[in-house]
């Protein structure tokens, strides 16, 4: 009878490592079979959290109003809208009287001007809303595992991206993955800069895990000697700490080998902010002293340089990366002739080429290389509000997030958590890493980690003096046991004398 609540308990945590495990296998979801997959798991979630509702985490209004409009909003997209034709709707009326003159069935005239791609953009968009939920209502000792389980993927991944960087040029590591050209890493996905996104979101989970492991102490281990916390790295938690200071090295080079300019330059941003984050927490607290802050601001300074000689020598240059300029005129364009109303979820690919300069005519541009403008491209006003709704939603986190005193293992990993949504953050305006289903379950992922309700385990209360028990009799009992006197005892009997 207890079997089956336990098992339903731990639905969001199995469909979480699925998530973990299968989003970036086939072309980092990007093929239709994929994504088709990662949509019934999205269902699947949705399931197992209205099953097990009385598990939720108690969502902020926030989040809950935020989640929603993200939710419905495609929907209202949908929608017909009797008494209006196309002409009626900003930005629409050149594609009415091309289909027009084409004998294209228009069908209802709605929000967006092709619904098939809006409804398609709405299921993949499923996909997101439902990790960050089953993140939400997943325990903390269970996300914790799930960290692990990520940080395998991840270095499974840089594993085989090493291994078609050093296997050029032939293709065979490349798993039938067509590419303009061979000699960078990439992974199971499409696109070094996408690979590079997941790398560096793993990346600021090692080094947080890492850093709060190093030298670790626990309330019973201040003052150790020198010679007691050299013997720490040959114990099951030291241990601990090389794994992931080997997972972060391995991460590290697999960016690298990327040749992902924007990668390199962003992971440099992180590796700094780790190191001016945790540089006074190390192990739990200043465990090295000044000594840990100094040593650890200049490895990751030295870190970064070595990131900006790398990045001079050893990336290459994107085709489209000299023409996003051209390429952002051409959205502004279009933003401004869709406003407010937007041209719907999901139509940036067919309705972009009315604004394609046409010094680009040679390529087929399908994203933006800016999802903030290709959000507000496809959803007007409301996109911009959704956007400005999260980014508060995010920085207003940091302040409950970071608090003084000594942290708990989980609270490194929403620190780190933090961090790799900054740099993706940072890394949208020049790319489409959250138009990537891989990456949008793993941003999801540590999105659901940085705000998860986490609060920091109590440490146990001394013995106080209980009632009725004097102060002397209890002074007795401690100088007892510390000078380990002898019990008072009665005098022995002599049995002659009896």
Known sequence: MNASPSIASRVPQFLLAAFILLSPLFRSGKIPLAALLLELLAVAGFLALWWGSERRRVLGRLEVFLLAALAVFPLLQLLP??????????????????????????????????????????????????????????????????????????????????????????????????????????????????????????????????MATLGRQTLTQQGRSLRERMQYYATADGHRAFSYGVIALLLLLAIIFTRSRTGIVLTLVGVLLVSAAFSRRIGGGNTFGRTGVIVSLAVGLAIAIGLGTVLERFTVSDPLSNGRWIIFDGVFEGMGQFFPLGAGTGTFQQTFARFQDLSQADYLINRAHNSYLEWIYNGGIVAVALILGFLALYFMRWFTLWKRGDWGEFRYIQVGAGLGLLLMLLHEAVDYNLFVPANMVYFAFLAGLYLHPYREPTPPKQRTKRAGESSAALSEQALRKVTLLPQASEPEKNPFMD
């Not at 294209?104 to 409804?119: K, N, P």
């Not at 939400?136 to 799930?146: E, P």
């Open 81 to 210: 809208l009797p008494g209006l034709s196309r002409v009626d709707l900003p930005g629409q009326a050149a594609y009415f009287l091309a289909q027009q003159a084409a004998a294209v069935d228009q069908g209802a005239v709605t929000l967006s001007i092709i619904a098939r791609e809006t409804l398609s953009g709405w299921l993949i968009l499923l996909v997101p809303i439902a990790v960050y939920l089953l993140t939400r209502a997943t325990s903390v000792r269970s996300l914790q595992n799930l960290v692990t389980l990520m940080l395998v993927v991840a270095t499974l991944q840089a594993v085989l991206g090493l291994m078609q960087f050093g296997s050029s040029p032939s293709p065979m590591f490349y798993l039938g993955i067509e590419l303009p050209s061979t000699g960078n890493a990439v992974g199971t996905y499409t696109s070094r800069n996408n690979f590079a996104g997941f790398l560096y979101l793993s990346l600021m989970l090692s080094l947080a895990l890492f």
